[in-house]
């Protein structure tokens, strides 16, 4: 007998009974994971557990569910199991619905206490406090560069990284109209404007460019007025009611911003892991290159290095460098003792499971 509609049905009615029972059998464990957790004061969200959970659900995945969908089904799951065991707080850049939202809710998923602030200084001032248990602040963007405010408080701030998180940035075109001739203006923040000029000057020549605080403010603007459009994220569409007229507008496609993940303890070694420190050299010809030598001659990959000034004291500057390994790991301890015996100072920022970014 050929296969049915209503016999497909059927058959996934069952399996979703089987699901349901497994997540709930699942969700027990959890809470007694919690429990244990609680009695041994270690924090409920573990970044390397979590990152190990996301590796073995990709490894034994045979499909059709593709890596990136099962990952996004377990990023709820794992949400859920937090909120069981203790509800999780995390501080971000607000306000709601902007894009570094929108990054804390892709890594940490909907079951969790969203703060927004109105500043990158009162995420950290908040996460130092212990008022939220995490943070999350921009650090870096691909066509902007490093974040000033963020690397300042790096330097000072008692907190280190657990985590990273890659956004791409896209820009949609948003209104109660779906028109876009029936449109004439059009409401973002100043750097989302010029993110989309071109594509605004071929398309929306005939609107006026207005600037907000904020895109989450524009999208906000717009909700009462049909002939006016915001530039923002799906996020913001979806709170204010807006029909998404137009999507990915940037002009570069390769828009980018990297956020970390900042709290306090400290991450487990994955295998796949990254390491963040700020270091200072002496004013003395080849002092950086000698600093680098030992991670040339142990093959230790760099993959950001920048200067950034030291605040207050004038053309002085200190080096912050990302390089693949977790500073647990024999030749990076080697490599960070050897670093500390050449430079005048050295600081580890974290060691935390390394995100694969997303385009």
């Known amino acids: 007998m050929g296969e049915t509609l209503d016999t497909l049905r059927t058959t996934i009615t069952a399996i979703d009974a089987d699901i349901v029972r497994m997540l709930n059998r699942r969700a027990e464990i959890s809470v007694r994971i919690g429990a244990l957790k609680g009695?041994?004061?270690?924090?409920?969200?573990?970044?390397?557990?979590?990152?190990?959970?996301?590796?073995?659900?990709?490894?034994?995945?045979?499909?059709?569910?593709?890596?990136?969908?099962?990952?996004?089904?377990?990023?709820?799951?794992?949400?859920?199991?937090?909120?069981?065991?203790?509800?999780?707080?995390?501080?971000?850049?607000?306000?709601?619905?902007?894009?570094?939202?929108?990054?804390?809710?892709?890594?940490?998923?909907?079951?969790?206490?969203?703060?927004?602030?109105?500043s990158i200084h009162g995420v950290f001032d908040e996460t130092e406090k212990g008022t939220v248990n995490l943070g999350i602040v921009p650090v870096e963007n691909s066509l902007e560069g490093s974040v000033k405010v963020t690397m300042d408080r790096l330097m000072t701030s008692p907190l280190v990284i657990l985590g990273e998180i890659y956004l791409p940035i896209r820009h949609n075109l948003m209104s109660l109209s779906t028109n876009t001739t029936a449109i004439s203006d059009v409401y973002s923040h100043p750097q989302a404007l010029a993110q989309c000029h071109d594509w605004l000057g071929r398309h929306m020549s005939h609107c006026s460019l207005h600037e907000t605080d904020s895109t989450a403010k524009a999208a906000e603007r717009v909700a009462g007025d049909p002939r006016s459009a915001a530039i923002g994220s799906s996020l913001a569409a979806a709170a204010y009611g807006l029909s998404i007229v137009a999507e990915g507008i940037e002009d570069h496609a390769s828009n980018m911003t990297r956020f970390l993940i900042i709290g306090r303890g400290s991450t487990k070694p994955t295998g796949n892991d990254k390491t963040s420190i700020f270091f200072g050299v002496r004013h003395d010809p080849g002092a950086l290159h000698h600093a680098l030598l030992p991670f040339a001659e142990r093959s230790i990959n760099l993959t950001k290095i920048v200067s950034h000034p030291i605040r207050e004291r004038m053309w002085e500057y200190l080096f912050f460098v990302d390089f693949i390994g977790h500073a647990t790991e024999e030749h990076i301890a080697v490599c960070l003792d050897r670093l500390e015996k050449d430079c005048t100072m050295v600081r580890i920022l974290g060691s935390y499971p390394r995100e694969e970014r997303e385009q």
């Open 39 to 118: 009695q041994n004061n270690v924090p409920v969200y573990d970044p390397s557990q979590e990152n190990t959970v996301f590796r073995h659900v990709t490894e034994i995945n045979d499909g059709p569910l593709s890596a990136k969908i099962l990952r996004s089904i377990y990023r709820e799951i794992l949400s859920g199991s937090r909120a069981l065991q203790s509800p999780v707080s995390v501080a971000y850049l607000g306000p709601a619905t902007s894009f570094s939202h929108l990054a804390a809710q892709s890594h940490f998923g909907t079951n969790t206490v969203f703060v927004p602030q109105s």
